[in-house]
């Protein structure tokens, strides 16, 4: 195990994690947390943020089909050690304060800042504000820093129906936030910086046209044209082998765009979702010049995947530390 400490450890108080393996300390100290099962119940508590789980939602959702017969039982086994955990000073027949029972249901009380996703999902928040303010180096380095919250893959070591679902979410949310980052480092010009990682993003997320599209735009930036259109191939080439697809409007409008001679290749700090400007050639001199603009989403749903999202590129930035 890494000897570099948890973000969330440095709070007072109770402090949860399930970015990476599921974890809870109490002022700075970490809980054990015993058998897996008990990590998955509390998993599953802390995904629902605040709302109450139904029993038998808690039951499917961590022992599937091989439950035994006696499942209100088992659960409230469950719910008691983690609420010896949670509060090991309360009274014995003392009404549970941070885990009580509501109807069939349990509810963990827990405000965003004492978890590692409520405080990656508040500085994500903060990065958006940032950047639409026009503060591009303060919105990368926001972001970038919340990836400290994510040591590894998301709920590492506890299985479950209801979890394997929560990993795909969380593997899907990561690598929107990686994205992110990315265009702002495109928009403080480390395009240069952003190429290997995008290489390697691209080969594992094949269809993922968003990355496509930044690849096209970094290399393009970099005076590297005929990498450029020699990246929109692949990405073609994969949507077409693959799934039977063309390459969609974003991808397309920037190929046009680097085929039109476009002289310069800049990212737009809009967190909107929107596409690639088509090139509008007008007369006169420079100032007057279109540029090709990347603007944050690709206006569709998510698209199939090769492989888990991957550590989250840390671009380099105007006044970072380091």
Same mark, same amino acid.
């Given at each position: 195990m890494s000897n570099i400490r948890h973000p969330m450890s440095r709070r007072a108080g109770l402090a949860f994690a399930?970015?990476?393996e599921v974890r809870l300390w109490r002022?700075?100290?970490?809980?054990?947390?015993?058998?897996?099962?008990?990590?998955?119940?509390?998993a599953a508590l802390l995904l629902r943020e605040g709302a109450p789980v139904d029993r038998d939602h808690i039951l499917g959702g961590l022992w599937g089909d091989s439950f035994h017969v006696d499942g209100a039982n088992l659960v409230q086994v469950y719910v008691s050690k983690l609420r010896r955990l949670l509060e090991p000073d309360r009274a014995p027949r003392a009404a549970a304060s941070l885990l009580p029972r509501v109807g069939n249901a349990y509810r963990l009380a827990v405000e965003a800042d004492q978890w590692d996703l409520g405080c990656f999902q508040r500085?994500?928040?903060e990065a958006r504000e940032l950047?639409? @303010? *026009?503060?591009?180096?303060?919105?990368?380095? /926001?972001?970038?820093? !919340?990836?400290?919250l994510w040591p590894g893959p998301a709920l590492t070591g506890v299985e479950g129906p209801l979890l394997d679902v929560e990993r795909v979410r969380l593997a899907e949310l990561r690598l929107a936030a990686t994205e992110e980052h990315l265009e702002l480092a495109l928009e403080t010009g480390a395009e240069d910086d952003v190429i290997p990682a995008l290489l390697t993003l691209t080969r594992e997320h094949?269809?993922?046209?968003?990355?496509?599209?930044?690849?096209?735009?970094?290399l393009y930036r970099g005076s590297r044209q005929a990498d450029a259109l020699a990246a929109y191939r692949r990405a073609a080439r994969a949507l077409k082998d693959d799934l039977g697809l063309s390459p969609g409007p974003e991808l397309r409008r920037v190929e046009e765009a680097i085929l @039109? *001679?476009?002289?310069?290749?800049?990212?737009? /700090?809009?967190?909107? !979702?929107?596409?690639?400007?088509?090139?509008?050639h007008r007369s006169g001199g420079a100032p007057g010049r279109p540029r090709l603009t990347l603007v944050h989403g690709t206006g569709g749903g998510a698209t199939p995947s090769r492989g888990a999202a991957v550590p989250p590129y840390r671009a380099r930035r105007l006044g970072d530390r380091h």
């Open positions: 399930v970015l990476g002022d700075g100290v970490e809980v054990p947390l015993g058998p897996p099962r008990g990590r998955a119940l509390l500085a994500r928040t950047r639409s @303010a *026009g503060r591009l180096a303060e919105a990368a380095r /926001a972001l970038g820093d !919340a990836f400290a094949p269809y993922r046209e968003r990355l496509w599209a930044l690849l096209m735009v970094a @039109a *001679g476009v002289p310069s290749a800049t990212l737009a /700090a809009r967190p909107r !979702a929107g596409s690639v400007r088509p090139p509008q």
